[in-house]
């Protein structure tokens, strides 16, 4: 029996079972039908396959039962991307909490924000020996995350360019009068065209920045994990910029004030629960008795904005923040890719009395932060 052709061999994987119609009698090599087992064991768990009468069933290789196998199977099995994927499908789409729960299994995980959302949702049924293997995975993203972040935040906080040169090659900080006089040799007239050889930057100076208040209120509801780990690291940089007093508050139907934590973006991700109902009126009243300088005080509430509780005292909450003068976000989204998925009929509402409503990655938030106190 002959071997399928790598082409057919894919549509085989992705059919499952069912694509066998389209392969006559050649088979799955052996590395193929291990991946089809993997992917049966993980995929046939799909209610809408069954209501279709397309589920997959009977893989060629041979039987994948525990999830401590099943990730040994497609580590040596797929590319990176594809375990990660595989990894987030198991753990958020069809709940397996046990890939999660296993030691064996956590030992193996690679380490990534998706996967730091998924203990945020489970850690409360770890037991002890597993909470502290799954802190390992809570300390190597968040600090990925703060070199990254922290790189960003201490740019938005530089000042205006200033004459010194700059050793830091950075687009925004692009001497272009100085790169052009300093390649004119360099010029080809028959192909108008300047070869740069050195390029020239300025140096910034620092900006001074006096007293201000930043509070971010983030929802700590289930679908909000990335935004809740992104606002943690996010004030953990603020933190230590002098001028800027932070605060972070963490709500579903109640307030949590998680400000001493900040310092320790880690140990606060660790006494964060996701999960709950929305009360967003309750939590932006309790940032407003927070205010000590409403001029001086930028509030970032995030948050998909299905409000729970009482949506005329949210408005009114907000208008009146805003009449003191305070400025006020309604930031849909604050993750790496910002895709915004909130209510809009909301966010019309708050857009309507002054609120500041879109979507902001951590980079764009603290420039919006540096230009506004700046």
Same mark, same amino acid.
């Given at each position: *029996?002959s071997e399928? +052709?790598?082409?057919?061999?894919r549509?085989?994987?992705?059919?499952?079972?069912?694509?066998?119609c389209? =392969? #006559?009698?050649?088979?799955?090599?052996?590395?193929?039908?291990?991946?089809?087992?993997?992917?049966?064991?993980?995929y046939?768990?799909? +209610?809408?396959l069954a209501r279709?009468?397309?589920?997959?069933?009977?893989g060629?290789?041979?039987?994948?039962v525990?999830?401590?196998?099943?990730?040994d +199977?497609?580590?040596?099995?797929?590319?990176?991307?594809?375990?990660?994927r595989?990894?987030?499908?198991?753990?958020?789409r069809? #709940?397996? /909490?046990?890939?999660?729960?296993? %030691?064996?299994?956590l030992?193996?995980?690679?380490?990534?924000?998706?996967?730091?959302?998924?203990?945020?949702? =489970?850690k409360? &049924?770890?037991? %002890?020996?597993?909470?502290r293997?799954?802190?390992r995975i809570?300390e190597?993203?968040v600090?990925?995350?703060?070199e990254?972040?922290?790189?960003?935040? !201490?740019t938005?906080?530089?000042?205006?360019?200033?004459?010194r040169?700059?050793?830091?090659?950075?687009?925004a900080d692009?001497d272009?009068?100085?790169t052009?006089? @300093?390649?004119?040799?360099h010029?080809? %007239?028959?192909?108008?065209k &300047?070869?740069? $050889?050195?390029?020239h930057?300025r140096?910034?100076?620092r900006? /001074?920045?006096?007293?201000?208040?930043?509070i971010?209120?983030?929802d700590q509801s #289930?679908? *909000?994990?990335?935004?809740?780990?992104h606002?943690?690291? =996010?004030?953990?940089? &603020?933190w230590? &910029?002098p001028?800027?007093?932070t /605060?972070l508050?963490?709500f579903?139907?109640?307030?949590?004030?998680? @400000?001493?934590e900040v310092? +320790?973006?880690? $140990?606060?991700? *660790?006494?964060?629960?996701?999960?709950?109902?929305?009360?967003?009126a309750?939590?932006?009243?309790?940032?407003?008795?927070?205010?000590?300088?409403?001029r001086r005080?930028?509030?970032?509430?995030?948050?998909?904005?299905? $409000?729970?509780?009482?949506?005329?005292?949210?408005?009114?909450?907000?208008a009146?923040?805003?009449?003191?003068?305070? @400025?006020?976000?309604?930031?849909?989204?604050?993750?790496e890719?910002?895709d915004?998925?909130?209510d /809009?009929a909301?966010?019309? !509402?708050?857009?309507?009395?002054?609120?500041?409503?879109?979507a902001?990655?951590?980079g764009?938030?603290a420039?919006?932060?540096?230009?506004?106190?700046?």
């Amino acid at each position: *029996m002959s071997e399928l +052709d790598p082409t057919l061999e894919r549509w085989r994987l992705i059919l499952g079972a069912a694509g066998s119609c389209v =392969t #006559g009698s050649a088979r799955l090599s052996a590395e193929a039908a291990g991946r089809d087992a993997a992917l049966d064991w993980l995929y046939e768990r799909d +209610d809408d396959l069954a209501r279709r009468d397309i589920r997959r069933t009977g893989g060629d290789g041979p039987s994948i039962v525990h999830a401590v196998d099943w990730l040994d +199977d497609i580590h040596t099995l797929f590319p990176k991307t594809t375990i990660e994927r595989l990894e987030r499908d198991a753990v958020q789409r069809y #709940g397996l /909490h046990e890939v999660l729960t296993d %030691p064996g299994v956590l030992e193996r995980l690679e380490p990534n924000t998706e996967l730091l959302g998924a203990v945020l949702r =489970t850690k409360h &049924l770890m037991n %002890p020996e597993v909470l502290r293997m799954a802190r390992r995975i809570v300390e190597q993203v968040v600090r990925e995350l703060m070199e990254r972040l922290a790189s960003e935040i !201490r740019t938005s906080f530089t000042g205006t360019r200033s004459r010194r040169p700059s050793r830091i090659a950075r687009a925004a900080d692009f001497d272009f009068p100085k790169t052009v006089r @300093t390649n004119l040799a360099h010029y080809r %007239p028959e192909e108008r065209k &300047l070869y740069v $050889e050195t390029a020239h930057f300025r140096a910034r100076t620092r900006r /001074h920045i006096d007293n201000w208040q930043v509070i971010l209120l983030v929802d700590q509801s #289930g679908s *909000m994990a990335s935004s809740v780990i992104h606002s943690a690291v =996010t004030a953990a940089c &603020l933190w230590n &910029l002098p001028g800027i007093k932070t /605060h972070l508050l963490a709500f579903d139907t109640a307030v949590v004030d998680l @400000t001493r934590e900040v310092d +320790d973006p880690v $140990e606060l991700l *660790m006494k964060v629960q996701l999960g709950g109902g929305t009360d967003i009126a309750r939590a932006l009243a309790y940032a407003a008795q927070l205010v000590e300088q409403p001029r001086r005080t930028i509030i970032a509430v995030i948050s998909d904005f299905y $409000e729970g509780g009482d949506e005329n005292w949210l408005v009114r909450t907000a208008a009146s923040l805003v009449a003191e003068g305070a @400025t006020v976000l309604g930031l849909a989204a604050l993750d790496e890719q910002a895709d915004p998925v909130f209510d /809009h009929a909301m966010g019309r !509402r708050l857009a309507d009395v002054g609120v500041h409503v879109g979507a902001m990655t951590p980079g764009e938030l603290a420039g919006f932060i540096a230009e506004t106190i700046g």
